[in-house]
């Protein structure tokens, strides 16, 4: 992507998102040396690197993970999705924004946060934890996932008593198996898988390499991407639909339910079922890189 695009795809980001300005290349490569030999100067004589790449677009995370956030020796298997973190960052200072209205603090371990579908990369409780002290309970239903996500926790101190990871064994189930008695999350986050199907992935990755121009045509995930990653019987829209009649059920031990919508057509779909479930507040919150749109919808009860 060349950079003057990236630039301007920052500007719509949150406000106290650490990306927003331009990557510092010379700064990111002092940091993190390995992202080195994936930089090269493009066609706006701007130093970047080739973000259909896979290689290079995990060392840039690895890069940025550790020069803004603090963490060490963070890696994912081959394979797994490698999210981009100003994106995933924007979402962690949304949260706090609706945290901050409704009990005006969100600094500290006092915050408890379940992020749903965690994946191997353990991006939102290393950035949310990094930037806001929260502490983090992170699910998974992929073993790999968790025991990655446990390794990068084990390799960095400061983490170690601050996030958890909890498998969850059962297959149609969000919160039951992990949600202990007695314990309370002020929110909970999660990052559903987008498609229907891996034929629906496969055409989205398509379509995602014709923006990348002057590139050939290729199924390959430059983000990566495992199956219970990117797609579900359903969609988005069936995944969270499952979330939020399950939240019924714990209703008095979290205190905030939220998900990322990615397609515009959920929202009415999911609404729907907010309403079924009597839901007593639902917020819809904007968000936008780019051209590209996507929300977050929380609930209460």
Not at 51 to 63: D, G, H, I, W
Not at 210 to 237: D, H, I, P, V, Y
Request: contains cysteine; proline residues 5%; charged residues 20%.
């Amino acid at each position: 992507m060349p950079q003057k695009l990236q630039s301007a795809e920052k500007e719509n980001l949150h406000p106290r998102n650490l990306h927003r300005g331009r990557y510092d290349f010379k700064q990111l490569c002092e940091t993190s040396p390995g992202l080195r030999a994936f930089v090269s100067v493009n066609q706006y004589q701007d130093e970047s690197i080739d973000f259909s790449n896979p290689e290079a677009v995990r060392a840039l995370n690895k890069a940025l993970l550790k020069h803004f956030y603090k963490v060490d020796n963070w890696d994912i298997p081959p394979g797994y999705l490698c999210p981009p973190i100003p994106g995933r960052a924007d979402y962690i200072h949304y949260i706090a924004d609706l945290l901050n209205e409704a009990q005006a603090g969100v600094a500290g371990d006092k915050i408890k946060v379940l992020d749903i579908g965690v994946g191997a990369s353990c991006i939102y409780p290393l950035i949310g934890n990094s930037i806001y002290g929260w502490q983090f309970v992170g699910t998974d239903i992929d073993p790999d996932a968790i025991r990655s996500a446990k390794k990068i926790v084990s390799s960095n101190k400061s983490f170690q008593d601050n996030i958890e990871l909890r498998l969850q064994t059962g297959q149609s189930d969000i919160f039951k198996g992990i949600i202990k008695p007695g314990e309370v999350f002020d929110v909970t986050i999660c990052n559903p898988p987008f498609h229907a199907s891996s034929q629906d992935a496969q055409a989205g990755t398509v379509k995602k390499w014709e923006n990348l121009k002057g590139r050939s045509l290729s199924t390959q995930l430059n983000f990566g991407g495992k199956n219970t990653e990117l797609w579900c019987a359903g969609g988005e829209a069936a995944f969270i639909n499952q979330i939020i009649e399950q939240s019924v059920l714990v209703a008095n031990q979290c205190k905030w339910f939220s998900s990322l919508v990615s397609k515009k057509d959920t929202l009415p779909i999911i609404y729907k079922t907010l309403k079924w479930v009597n839901a007593a507040d639902v917020r819809t919150i904007n968000m936008a890189q780019g051209q590209k749109i996507s929300r977050v919808v929380a609930w209460r009860f």
